[in-house]
């Protein structure tokens, strides 16, 4: 009985894997719509919903790993060690904060006007490394399918040194956490800075790759890559039927960001897109 009810599970797990295979759903930064950001309640929320767990990569003053799509405290939902509210216009570079201090900080308790069904907890920046952890952790308890993972690069030229570390760096800190926690083969590395996919692309062929766009025609934005994407993530705005039969003639997926209605989903699925990423998981 014992081995039948393991059986089960297994058929179930690869089902689950080749229905993810076929549609990736993505909550974007772990769901925001429902939960406080890029925190591990929400990654633990998108697991429910069997979502993908898109993220964003970013890094404190003594180098540590952290998931934030802002590298600075954002006065609009982060409050202060005393839980009071932030000066307007003089938020905090986190790339000059130790992580010690960063995580005093919070980020769940204060109400998000953009995201007025968002549950408000107490909530901090995590480490990426204990985010995986406990992830990971969560998924087995639960018997779900190991996670998969979508993480965002957070770089641009003008930010190197004072906003993040420069590429070759931020890259080789990140994969060392990713190859430590051996989760390679369930990761996406995604950016609009081309520079950290490139770095992928050579020294870490095993992991798939995702180029971020927010505007432009298609072959102009590959034209700036030295190779071809494994995926191509325009705002939902760009995409096309013309713009999806092209990217699969070229073999290279489409995920467009950040699509918040469920008429706008069906749209995009319409036009034969391989997955979506919403802030709101519930929506699938």
């Known amino acids: 009985m014992k081995k039948l009810s393991v059986l089960i599970l297994t058929v179930l797990s690869y ?45 404190s003053k003594d180098k540590k790993v952290l998931v934030s799509h802002d590298q600075w405290m954002n006065s609009l939902f982060v409050l202060d060690p005393e839980g ?33 069904q968002q549950k408000k907890i107490k909530a901090q920046i995590p480490l990426l490394a204990d985010l995986i952890d406990t992830v990971e952790h969560y998924a087995k308890i639960k018997n779900y399918p190991a996670p998969h993972y979508n993480m965002e690069t957070k770089m641009k030229e003008s930010g190197d040194n004072i906003f993040h570390p420069e590429p070759k760096e931020f890259v080789k800190r990140l994969m060392r956490v990713i190859k430590n926690k051996n989760i390679e083969s369930r990761v996406i590395i995604q ?13 870490y062929k095993n992991v798939k ?34 713009l999806v039969a092209s990217c699969k003639k ?11 209605t469920k008429s706008e989903i069906e749209s ?17």
């Open 15 to 59: 089902q689950t894997m080749c229905a993810q295979e076929i549609f990736d759903k993505q909550a974007h930064r772990g769901g925001r719509g429902l939960m406080p950001e890029n925190t591990i309640p929400a990654m633990k929320l998108a697991l429910d919903y069997g979502n993908t767990l898109e993220m964003d990569i970013t890094f």
């Open 84 to 116: 009071k509210e932030l000066p307007k216009g003089k938020d905090a570079n986190i790339y000059k904060m130790d992580y010690k201090d960063i995580k005093k900080y919070d980020v769940g308790s204060k109400f998000h006007k953009a995201f007025p």
């Open 191 to 203: 950016s609009f800075d081309t520079r950290s996919l490139e770095i992928i692309h050579k020294k």
């Open 268 to 284: 995009l699925k319409t036009m034969g897109v391989d997955g979506i990423i919403t802030d709101y998981p519930n929506l699938f």
């Open 250 to 260: 070229l073999g290279i997926k489409v995920l467009p960001w950040t699509v918040n």
């Open 209 to 242: 790759t995702a180029y971020l766009v927010s505007s432009g025609e298609l072959e102009e934005n590959l034209k700036k890559l030295s190779f071809k994407p494994d995926i191509y993530s325009p705002t939902y705005k760009l995409v096309t039927s013309e």
